[in-house]
T-cell receptor
Framework: GQNIDQPTEMTATEGAIVQINCTYQ??????LFWYQQHAGEAPTFLSY????GLEEKGRFSSFLSRSKGYSYLLLKELQMKDSASYLC???????????FGTGTRLQVFP | DAGVTQSPTHLIKTRGQHVTLRCSPI?????VSWYQQVLGQGPQFIFQ???????GRGNFPDRFSARQFPNYSSELNVNALLLGDSALYLC??????????????FGPGTRLTVT
């Protein structure tokens, strides 16, 4: 089967660090996406991991462990504008289809 | 360059009616995929079209159909609308062959409300 699990909601304080975890089980796994989605808007691309390890991009970093079927998104120096849903999605070989998790709704408080 | 465009932005329909949603991919992108996102959930894959042919289909009833035109734009059609079809419908375009760019670029979506 194909399954993506991530927490439903998280809260954090402005300026803090938050880690959003994602576990996946997908056939023919190729890579792992993270998208940010503000309410009522389209998902916007944050990161894509194919190889094991940490990839850093400004305040956002993403980690992948293929052997464990595990990824996380790390957000540093949180800002109010980071309040959004964060979607974990797995891609598979030879298909354009993405399997999405339910999304993690992050609320950043002052 | 323009991003992925979708029309209309919002739509209100009555149960039993039919709806057509439209999508234009990024210039040069030949693959278009459709996703349904119900409130509070992640997007669910409906269809993928590449070079005017269906290349993938999600677990949706036959009331859902789509097509892709020679200019790579696409239409999603839903017949006999149900209340449960109320959702944000997202179109995503991508480069195939990927040339190293794995990203799927999403359009702003069409918010469909069925009453």
């Amino acid at each position: 089967g194909q399954n993506i699990d991530q927490p439903t909601e998280m809260t954090a304080t402005e300026g803090a660090i938050v880690q959003i975890n994602c576990t996946y089980q997908t056939s023919g796994f190729n890579g792992l996406f993270w998208y940010q989605q503000h309410a009522g808007e389209a998902p916007t691309f944050l990161s894509y991991n194919v190889l094991d390890g940490l990839e850093e991009k400004g305040r956002f970093s993403s980690f992948l462990s293929r052997s464990k079927g595990y990824s996380y998104l790390l957000l540093k120096e949180l800002q109010m504008k980071d309040s959004a849903s964060y979607l974990c999605a797995a891609s598979s070989y030879n298909t354009d289809k993405l399997i999405f998790g339910t999304g993690t709704r992050l609320q950043v408080f002052p | 360059d323009a991003g992925v465009t979708q029309s209309p932005t919002h739509l209100i329909k009555t149960r039993g009616q039919h709806v057509t949603l439209r999508c234009s991919p990024i210039s040069g992108h030949k693959s278009v995929s459709w996703y349904q996102q119900v409130l509070g959930q992640g997007p669910q894959f409906i269809f993928q079209y590449y070079e005017k042919e269906e290349r993938g289909r999600g677990n949706f009833p036959d009331r859902f159909s789509a097509r892709q035109f020679p200019n790579y734009s696409s239409e999603l059609n839903v017949n006999a609308l149900l209340l449960g079809d109320s959702a944000l419908y997202l179109c995503a375009s991508s480069q195939i062959p990927r040339g190293g760019d794995e990203r799927r670029y999403f359009g702003p979506g069409t918010r469909l409300t069925v009453t």
